[in-house]
């Protein structure tokens, strides 16, 4: 469904991935792990074309399509939905009002009756003031809730591929379990692929992924599966790198 090729990406002429190789299946739940500073964001923002992300090398196809050098807009349209660290606040428009043009340009019905009352069931599931609807987007909300509210524009919009950066970022322990159990739910309905980058254990034990991948300096350094997350929580990154420095020299450095 997703397939990264040889991926090359400088941000202020500093390269940052170097030469990344990632494909995910339909259905597959891939997590992304690795040290601060490894490029793990910037696969999820190049992939999005955020500004100052340059490809200089590599592809990336989606469904068989070559999407890297389409627009943001394009890739959105495709079924990719995004979801970083810090969603930004953009005042003057409320979420109601986005998600009724975003469902509109994708030529779903937008019925204001079944809208409202789908919100309100998702409000529910998602623990969250019915009237964030009616507010600007992300405007005074906590980190929790900021994920919550796009949690909400993914049951609405029901996008075919997450990429979910570090959605653990800022939560209590009460909404990772709600973001979590929504995850696995969505998955379980719908199927969707998700590239989830994130260290907090109890999301990887509940979605269980096919995947989990560690990155370091730019590339994927091993492959494994929920082991490999295991192993990680209980050794850390630092352990797998003197193992590599001893490795590589011959003695223990």
Same mark, same amino acid.
Request: proline residues 3%; glycine residues 6%.
């Given at each position: 469904m997703l397939? /990264?090729?040889?991926?090359?990406?400088?941000?202020?002429n500093?390269e940052?991935?170097?030469?990344?190789?990632?494909?995910?299946?339909?259905g597959e739940i891939?997590?992304?792990?690795?040290?601060?500073?490894?490029?793990?964001s910037t /696969?999820?923002?190049a992939?999005m074309?955020?500004?100052n992300?340059?490809?200089?090398?590599?592809?990336?196809?989606?469904?068989?399509?070559?999407?890297?050098?389409?627009?943001?807009?394009?890739i959105a349209?495709?079924?990719?939905?995004?979801?970083s660290?810090?969603?930004v606040?953009?005042e003057?428009i409320?979420?109601?009002e986005?998600?009724?043009?975003?469902?509109?340009?994708?030529?779903?019905?937008?019925d204001i009756?079944?809208?409202?009352?789908?919100?309100?069931?998702?409000?529910?599931?998602?623990?969250?003031?019915?009237?964030?609807?009616?507010r600007?987007?992300?405007?005074g909300?906590?980190?929790?809730?900021?994920?919550?509210?796009?949690?909400?524009?993914?049951w609405?919009?029901?996008?075919?591929?997450l990429?979910?950066?570090?959605?653990d970022?800022g939560?209590?322990v009460?909404?990772?379990?709600?973001?979590?159990?929504?995850?696995?739910?969505?998955?379980?309905q719908?199927?969707?692929?998700m590239?989830?980058?994130?260290h907090?254990?109890?999301?990887i034990?509940?979605?269980?992924p096919?995947?989990?991948?560690?990155?370091?300096d730019g590339k /994927?350094?091993?492959?494994?599966?929920?082991?490999l997350?295991k192993k990680?929580?209980?050794?850390g990154?630092?352990?797998?790198?003197r193992?590599?420095?001893?490795?590589?020299?011959?003695?223990?450095?």
């Amino acid at each position: 469904m997703l397939e /990264i090729k040889n991926l090359k990406i400088e941000i202020e002429n500093k390269e940052v991935l170097k030469g990344l190789d990632l494909n995910v299946k339909n259905g597959e739940i891939h997590v992304l792990m690795g040290p601060n500073g490894a490029g793990k964001s910037t /696969i999820c923002k190049a992939i999005m074309k955020y500004p100052n992300y340059k490809i200089t090398e590599g592809t990336i196809l989606y469904n068989e399509e070559d999407i890297t050098k389409k627009s943001t807009n394009e890739i959105a349209s495709m079924g990719l939905y995004y979801i970083s660290q810090t969603p930004v606040e953009i005042e003057g428009i409320t979420n109601a009002e986005a998600l009724r043009l975003a469902m509109s340009s994708q030529k779903k019905s937008v019925d204001i009756f079944t809208f409202n009352k789908k919100c309100t069931l998702i409000c529910e599931k998602l623990k969250m003031p019915k009237n964030f609807l009616h507010r600007p987007i992300n405007v005074g909300m906590s980190g929790g809730e900021r994920k919550k509210n796009e949690l909400l524009g993914m049951w609405l919009l029901e996008p075919s591929f997450l990429l979910l950066d570090e959605i653990d970022s800022g939560l209590d322990v009460d909404a990772i379990k709600i973001v979590s159990e929504n995850l696995k739910e969505y998955h379980e309905q719908t199927n969707a692929s998700m590239l989830i980058i994130t260290h907090q254990q109890s999301i990887i034990d509940l979605l269980k992924p096919d995947y989990v991948h560690i990155l370091k300096d730019g590339k /994927i350094e091993e492959s494994g599966n929920l082991t490999l997350a295991k192993k990680i929580e209980k050794e850390g990154f630092l352990e797998k790198s003197r193992v590599n420095i001893v490795s590589e020299s011959g003695k223990n450095e």
